[in-house]
């Protein structure tokens, strides 16, 4: 069986198939339904195998009789790797972002009952569309049909920075009524400085801080914020080359791709999870204490500076 990413991660449903292969060019996408599928084993007690190894004699791990799944992450298209995934009778999850394994896997793959085959690429106009219509309705946002076709046309064909964007649009869900104020939402006018503030993370602190204090002016700018701040972060973490990460850079920010390549060479896994960390605490601490929004984001904010540029 095959289905496109986003009709998968729509639909929020796992059947709990037995093999699955998760492949495309789009390396964020991979990464999102991976994180979603482990996610769902996780949350059914199936213990995840990391070691890119296939143990056909492991049945769960040391401390549980639970049933396991091996992760590989990087498949290969070799004669007898095919063999071992074509035969297992584990649970199996393959990843792939590399072009040349995925036609040859995916061939031989989508012959076999048990698979399930999920592609990963960029969206087209009529996936595009089932996505966006999928999460106004899913948020209560009901746009004119303009605003509906203007976004369309204009948002990033990149699922995960697709989803970033109406993200944004839904913390301004009051001003869906022109096309001037989705540009003010996702580009423009104050937005554009908050969405900016990331590129200027080797400024010294005293430059943030008066940044930080002429720009924010409520919780839902530090909101914004942090959406735009995730966006630029799954684009690193997901993109094992600087090419392939260039990419996925949005366009409208040309300006800001010298100063994005330079944190992307700066971050690597572990200063990405705990930027990751510090952002759930962050936004726990400010449902807890809206009042205080000013003061957790300027914490936060040079709490990341310092962990990118140590």
């Known amino acids: 069986m095959k289905i496109k990413a986003e009709l998968f991660l729509i639909n929020n449903r796992f059947d709990f198939q037995k093999k699955i292969f998760i492949a495309g060019s789009d390396e964020s996408c991979v990464g999102l339904v991976r994180d979603f599928v482990v996610n769902k084993y996780k949350e059914n007690n199936f213990y995840i195998d990391i070691s890119g190894e296939i143990n ?151 430059f943030l801080t008066d940044m930080f204090r002429k720009n924010f002016f409520s919780q839902n700018d530090f909101y914004i914020f942090l959406n735009s701040l995730k966006m630029y972060l799954d684009i690193v973490a997901f993109s094992s080359t600087q090419e392939s990460a260039v990419s996925k850079f949005p366009k409208y920010l040309f300006n800001e791709r010298g100063v994005f390549l330079r944190i992307y060479k700066s971050l690597n896994q572990k200063k990405i999870k705990f930027i990751y960390n510090n952002i759930y605490k962050a936004e726990k601490l400010i449902r807890k204490n809206p009042s205080m929004s000013s003061e957790i984001g300027l914490r936060f904010l040079l709490s990341m500076k310092k962990i990118i540029t140590s």
């Open 56 to 206: 056909e004699n492991m049945g769960g791990n040391l401390f549980s009789n639970n049933k396991v799944v091996f992760l590989v992450n990087e498949a290969s298209s070799k004669k007898d790797l095919l063999k071992l995934y074509e035969g297992t009778e584990q649970n199996l999850i393959l990843l792939s972002t590399n072009s040349r394994h995925i036609s040859a896997l995916k061939s031989n793959l989508s012959k076999l009952k048990d698979w399930l085959i999920i592609d990963c690429y960029a969206l087209n106009r009529s996936g595009k569309e089932i996505v966006v219509k999928n999460f106004l309705e899913k948020n209560n946002l009901k746009p004119p049909n303009n605003i509906f076709w203007f976004i369309v046309e204009n948002f990033e064909n990149n699922y995960a920075l697709l989803i970033n964007q109406l993200n944004l649009l839904s913390l301004m869900s009051g001003n869906l009524s022109s096309t001037t104020n989705i540009e003010k939402i996702i580009y423009g006018e104050n937005n554009i400085q908050i969405n900016k503030i990331f590129f200027y993370i080797f400024k010294d602190n005293k």
